[in-house]
């Protein structure tokens, strides 16, 4: 059985903002002991005061050393390619066939377009320029499961040092999750994230990517 110390230790672990908070110093021990205490009482089987749980959150701050869960961010270089579509099909023999009797010409003819391919076990996405999805469509006769147009394309560089990181991307993306921007698309490479989103969120993904450049 658990011990009302150990219980409450995990649920500090699992939860972001009581940890940033007992990370920072500001974490109300009364009051989340009071949130608290009925799981606390659900996983120890027993009937729990939330005076013994605030006395366990306490000591917890006291002993143990919180780090963050996110890094702190650097950005080396961002960039924006604007009016792009996202289109995806499912990933079948008759559809990839026809894109690979199709692609190469097409990147030939816009060879400074940009061009993203990604492929599941079910379905492959490209993200491309306006003018080479005018040029595509024309060609294949498959039908979308899914397309958006007016797209854009936020790329992010940064230093390799962050592949050693925990949490990187994860902290990445909570610069758009705190004003609620809607991802499409998320590609990596290396050294490089490309978050693809809808025209409509520019301006605010803009902003707060723009806060962490070096």
């Given at each position: ?12 672990k ?30 120890t ?72 391919e ?12 306006q ?20 797209q ?7 230093d390799?040092?962050?592949?050693d ?7 990445v ?42």
């Amino acid at each position: 059985m658990k011990s009302i110390t150990d219980t409450v230790r995990s649920i500090l672990k699992h939860d972001e903002v009581a940890r940033e908070a007992a990370r920072r110093g500001i974490l109300n021990s009364s009051a989340y002991a009071r949130e608290i205490t009925p799981t606390v009482a659900e996983e120890t089987w027993k009937e729990v005061e939330e005076s013994s749980v605030s006395v366990s959150i306490n000591r917890i701050i006291q002993e143990q050393v919180f780090e963050p869960v996110k890094p702190d961010l650097v950005f080396e270089k961002v960039t924006v390619e604007t009016g792009l579509v996202d289109v995806t099909y499912e990933r079948t023999l008759d559809v990839k066939q026809t894109l690979n009797s199709i692609l190469p010409s097409l990147r030939q003819k816009f060879p400074h377009d940009l061009f993203i391919e990604t492929s599941g076990q079910q379905q492959l996405t490209m993200i491309m320029t306006q003018r080479m999805w005018d040029a595509l469509r024309e060609k294949i006769t498959q039908k979308p499961v899914g397309l958006y147009e007016n797209q854009v394309a936020i790329a992010i560089s940064f230093d390799p040092s962050y592949l050693d990181v925990p949490n990187f991307i994860y902290g990445v993306l909570g610069i758009l999750a705190v004003e609620k921007v809607n991802l499409m698309e998320i590609v990596s490479t290396m050294t490089e994230i490309v978050l693809i989103i809808d025209s409509s969120y520019l301006e605010v993904a803009l902003t707060q990517v723009k806060k962490y450049l070096r």
